[in-house]
């Protein structure tokens, strides 16, 4: 990399063995792989279980490389798509590994920088009724599932085919190439998502709800802001706002998107979960020596409100173990943020509380959890022992417009990502040639 700064000598001397070796590994490659230096066969695995719910709310989808996702869905009335009982089965594991008991959004709150609105949208704006019919074009390749939507609008029309099922090509899934000069096979797949979303019409947006689940066990949750800018907010002639047209005469008032999903983990059976913090403490020597980076462990056992930072992160553990004896776990990997301290509950971005089946949204949580409770995720977090962990994600977005959000608005994304750690012993698309490189090279 032009400009890097090295202090010492770097020692690839077992990669520099073998590329001068590398004729002759290819050689004894084609001498290893026959009959005789295959393994004795697995036992047939059992056969998968059967999600708990019927046919029609029932996604099960194999993609490239093997891996298999299984999962159920159901629409409620404020939060809108929920998925069940999601379950990740890479190709070489015997049993789905079942990673989320529920997961849905738990708010959209949207205030205004003049002070003058404030919206919860799913609680307080009709954000499940607003769900959109889609075309056949927008779910190409893939299945269009009728939503039957509680209190829908139109009572004589509640059933919407809202929600689409398909599979969307993600890209480079991994690359592993050869130095130069090296006889070396380049090892790439180009790898495929399952993609379920569903649009629900909020006053002038739109919201696009995409839960992405690929063949390596991540999940992106994420949503999108489409529509147009509200055409009742062109008079944010108090500084608070951007122009619009032609000069400056009309004003869009600047506002938040404050996202928030509800994650309840089912690692090895939900009662077994706990949750870690990792913190990395960086120190610099003087003399110009390198600094370093020492990271530590932290079990979090009572109820936290958190905050991301460039080396912070958690994990939640599951009571399960990979084939190497590790723990399995996934870890929350926030997207970009812009965190909004206009109120308590957005301050955070990362909470859990102990279960709870009365608390359900992030804000105007409409459910009476007791006289001492309050109706917002950062009043539940009072020293509870977390012993049923349920994460909220918090991903903020300040949108101020701009003339080309006219008309209609470009999609505006915020979200995040839960990657798998040590669920499998290797990566779970490792193809067969190198499935003997665990915890060594070659």
């Not at 020492?294 to 553990?317: H, I, Q, S």
Request: with cysteine; aromatic share 8%; proline share 8%.
């Amino acid at each position: 990399m032009p400009g890097r700064r090295t202090t010492g000598t770097r020692r690839p001397h077992r990669r520099a063995a073998l590329l001068a070796a590398a004729p002759l590994l290819l050689a004894v490659a084609a001498l290893t792989t026959g009959p005789a230096a295959q393994a004795a066969p697995e036992a047939p695995a059992a056969p998968a279980p059967t999600p708990n719910c019927s046919a029609a709310h029932r996604i099960t989808r194999t993609l490239d490389g093997g891996t298999v996702w299984r999962m159920c869905w159901h629409y409620e009335g404020n939060a809108g798509l929920v998925l069940d009982d999601i379950s990740y089965q890479p190709k070489g594991e015997r049993t789905p590994v079942k990673v989320l008991t529920t997961a849905k959004l738990a708010q959209i709150h949207v205030p205004y920088d003049d002070g003058r609105n404030e919206y919860d949208d799913l609680t307080g704006q009709g954000f499940a009724q607003g769900l959109q019919t889609l075309d056949p074009a927008e779910c190409p390749g893939g299945t269009l599932k009728t939503v039957k939507v509680p209190g829908a609008w139109d009572p004589a029309h509640p059933d919407i085919r809202g929600l689409c099922a398909t599979t969307r090509a993600r890209g480079h899934a991994y690359r592993m190439g050869p130095y130069p000069g090296e006889r070396a096979k380049i090892y790439q797949l180009q790898g495929t998502d399952l993609l379920l979303y569903t649009v629900n019409k909020v006053g002038w947006y739109e919201y696009i709800s995409e839960w992405r689940f690929s063949g390596d066990g991540t999940m992106t949750l994420q949503v999108g802001a489409t529509g147009t800018v509200s055409p009742a907010d062109y008079d944010a002639g108090d500084g608070r706002g951007a122009p619009l047209g032609k000069g400056a005469k009309d004003y869009a008032t600047s506002h938040s998107h404050n996202v928030f999903w509800r994650l309840n983990f089912g690692l090895g059976g939900s009662a077994g979960n706990t949750v870690e913090q990792f913190d990395s403490a960086t120190t610099v020597p003087g003399g110009g020596r390198t600094p370093t980076i020492r990271t530590t462990r932290t079990p979090v056992t009572k109820e936290l409100a958190g905050d991301a930072g460039p080396l912070r992160w958690w994990r939640v553990v599951g009571a399960g173990r990979n084939k190497d004896g590790h723990p399995r776990s996934y870890e929350i990997v926030p997207g970009p943020t812009s965190k909004y301290a206009g109120r308590s509950y957005t301050r955070h971005d990362v909470y859990f509380t102990e279960y709870n089946t009365c608390e359900q949204f992030a804000s105007n949580n409409l459910a009476n959890c007791g006289t001492k409770a309050g109706n917002s995720v950062d009043t539940w977090v009072n020293g509870q022992p977390l012993k049923h962990p349920i994460a909220w994600v918090n991903i903020g977005f300040h949108h101020i417009a701009r003339d080309e959000d006219q008309e209609p608005m470009p999609v505006h994304w915020q979200g995040f990502q839960l990657v798998p750690r040590d669920v499998t012993a290797m990566n779970p698309l490792t193809p067969p040639s190198l499935s003997e490189h665990n915890g060594h090279y070659g």
